[in-house]
């Protein structure tokens, strides 16, 4: 019946396009995050390398290093978080670099080391906790659930334009060569 | 797009500019703590109950020609022999065991002031003060700036073995 497949049609669409708004929201929010942690930490590397050394899980050489790359890591997650081609691999990238940090802030807690969290640099600082565990733990699930829910751009346009020809709509376009 | 290359591409851009920053600015050194932040971040521990432990590329100076105080390279032997504060005594922060010498020049001194590279922050002055605080040894003082600042100033330093050291205990 014509009338019935332009409701199934407008109801497809319309869970479609709330799916794809909320998980926008969520790769917004979450790139808001890491540029809000990467930005002081660029600012006053000396700082977080001091962070970081506190951990005491990297060698002392390689501190300077990951001072610098950590917060530069952080700001190309956030932008590829909000690009759709590459916001899977982003959301994969983030939900293992926020695990590895929940990870370090535990072993110090486990360990009794007292310290400071280093995530917001200085100018939000607060120390670690089971918190700020359970804080970067609960962020890791939201980058898994952009990971896992979230499509490439060609093949959110693909599923699209196929929706209609399952229920006897115009046939399917050819498959978009994902690039 | 591939999600590996997807990954390998966000990857590749980060290490790319990181290291072009690296480059550009160099690896930050971390910010010494001061001794009262010090308690806030690391363990509890003899050092961080002891006051007044950093002491200051200035104050140092100032005590370095004092008797009784004595200046200790945590460096590595190599390092040492490359430059070091004049009349430094060596004692890696890595040794398995203090020299009895050694001891016994640091159990005489009247204070003990530990320097590494402040490049590395001076974590291994921390772990020297605290081994040596758990010695009975009370006055470390670890300097903050490390060598590079002391040599920025052009304060007094050497190059060559440890002249200080007793026979036994010399890199």
Known sequence: MPGGERTVNTSATKNTSTKRAALLLLRAALAAVFVWAAVPKLI??????????????V?????????????????????????????????????????????AMAQARARGIDLRCGCFGATFEAKVSWLTVARSAGLSGLACVIFAFGAPASATHASTRTEPSSVGGTPPDPPVPSS | ???????????????????????????????????????????????????????????????????????????????????????????????????????????????????????????????LAERLHGLGLRDVRILTGGLPGWLERSFPAESGPCRQCPAESAP
């Open chain 1, 59 to 103: 060698p002392e050489s390689y501190v300077g290093v990951l001072a610098v790359l950590v917060p530069v890591f952080e700001l190309a997650v956030a932008l590829a978080l909000l690009s759709a081609t590459y916001q899977r691999g982003a959301a994969l990238l983030a939900a293992l670099m926020l695990a590895a940090f929940a990870v």
């Open chain 1, 44 to 57: 006053d590397p000396g700082e977080f390398a001091s962070a970081i050394q506190n951990y005491r899980v």
């Open chain 2, 1 to 127: 797009m591939r999600l590996p290359v997807q990954v390998l591409t966000i990857c590749t851009a980060s290490l790319a500019v990181g290291l072009s920053l690296l480059a550009i600015r160099g690896g930050p050194r971390p910010t010494p703590a001061p001794g009262a932040e010090v308690g806030v971040c690391s363990a509890p521990s003899a050092i961080e109950k002891a006051a007044n432990q950093w002491i200051s590329l200035d104050e140092a100076h100032g005590l370095w020609s004092t008797p009784g105080v004595v200046f200790v390279d945590c460096r590595g032997p190599a390092d040492f022999d490359t430059g070091h504060i004049a009349s430094a005594i060596s004692l890696p922060s890595n040794s398995a065991e203090i020299p009895e010498g050694l001891f016994a020049i640091l159990a005489h001194a009247q204070t003990i002031v530990a320097y590494c590279n402040a490049s590395s922050g001076c974590a291994s002055s921390l772990r």
